[in-house]
């Protein structure tokens, strides 16, 4: 996460599929928590004036069709979010969330930047500060590591397990690469990876793992037992049955092709 790219389009989704699971829209919900994985950006990253993903929050009748529907009060705050960042010429921020104005009240955050010198301490932090939280969001700058790729911009798979080893489920923000293909492969291994991991914990789950694709980046959906999976997947089906499911907003991965 970096703070420019606050209240842009896969903030608008991410949050979406937050208030759904959190019980922020109704039905049984998890406490939540999110390690917002701050990063900021490097000379290269700065001069490309990243973080204008925005034109969704223009008043007309598209945006109100195909994205204010699907959450009307969650769509008016990061418009006026948004807003107020250009009209004052102020840098948006995570810290400009109140609690309870679009995720849960007592909602616990992390906002600490990754840190590559001392990786490990920087995830302890992060656990210690949401540790009351059922369900936590993991929102890396970029996504999930490779072979290749495992700098402050990814979330690391160790630290999926060792949130998953305190009983906490996931949800994992990635965004995606240039190939799709590739992307899916790399979703199927994990959820098999991360079934094994559970297994060996004692939980017995098929498949931990959902996926959902919203403007091309990926959410993953990942239940550390049975109990956070009946819950969660009820929660699910309910968001699937909402405005953001409609004409194709949010699909559905299938991992068992």
Partial sequence: MQNRYLGDIADFGKFGILRFLSGMRGGQALALGTIWYLNEPDEV???RNEGNLINYLNVSLYNE?????????????????????????????????????I???ASQYYDGPVLDDARHGWFDAALDQVNDAELVFLDPDIGMETQRNHGR????????TRALDQGKSLVVYQNPS???????????NLNAYLSQHLQDLGHHIQQPIRAFVWQSRFFLIITSNVAHQGFLWDQLERFQNSDWYGHGRFTEVNLNL
């Fill in 45 to 47: 990253q700065a001069a």
């Fill in 178 to 188: 240039r190939n799709r293909n590739t992307d899916l492969n790399r979703i199927q």
């Fill in 103 to 105: 995720l849960p009240n």
């Fill in 65 to 101: 069709l195909n994205f204010r529907v699907c959450d009307p009060d969650l769509y008016d705050f990061l418009r006026q979010l948004v807003g107020a960042s250009l009209v004052n010429g102020i840098e948006r921020n995570v810290g400009q969330i109140p609690d309870g104005a």
């Fill in 153 to 160: 911009q990814y979330a690391l798979v160790n630290e999926l």
